[in-house]
C-alpha cells in the first residue's frame, strides 16, 4: 500500500514538472506573437497615415503605438513603411487610390 502512495506523489511531481517545461518554452514564442502583431498593427496605422499626412505623420503614429519608424518610401501614391518594437519589424503598405 505504501508503494502506490510513493508512485502517486512521484507521478504528480512529474506532471508538475513537465507542465512547468512546457509552459516556459510557450512564453517566449507567444510573447514574440503579440509582438509581432503589435508591431504589424502599428506600421498599417503608420502606413495609412503616411498616405495623407507624409513620413512626419507616419513617424508620429509608429511612435504612438510604440515603435519606430525605421523604413520609409514612395511610389507614386503607394507608402511604404517598416515600424520595429522590440526584436519584430513589420511591414505595411498603403495608398489613397480607390
Known amino acids: 500500500m505504501r508503494d502506490r502512495g510513493s ?18 518554452a510557450l512564453v517566449p514564442v507567444l510573447t514574440g506573437l503579440v509582438e509581432r502583431q503589435h508591431a504589424q498593427s502599428a506600421a498599417d496605422a503608420a502606413a495609412l497615415a503616411g498616405v495623407t499626412g507624409g513620413r512626419v505623420a507616419a513617424g508620429e503614429l509608429a511612435a504612438a503605438n510604440g515603435g519606430a ?21 513589420a511591414v505595411a503598405r498603403a495608398t489613397d487610390e480607390p
Open 7 to 24: 508512485a502517486a506523489i512521484l507521478t504528480v511531481l512529474v506532471a508538475l514538472a513537465c507542465t512547468f517545461a512546457v509552459t516556459s
Open 69 to 89: 519608424l525605421v523604413g520609409w518610401s514612395v511610389a507614386g501614391r503607394q507608402v511604404t513603411v517598416r515600424v520595429q518594437i522590440g526584436d519584430q519589424v
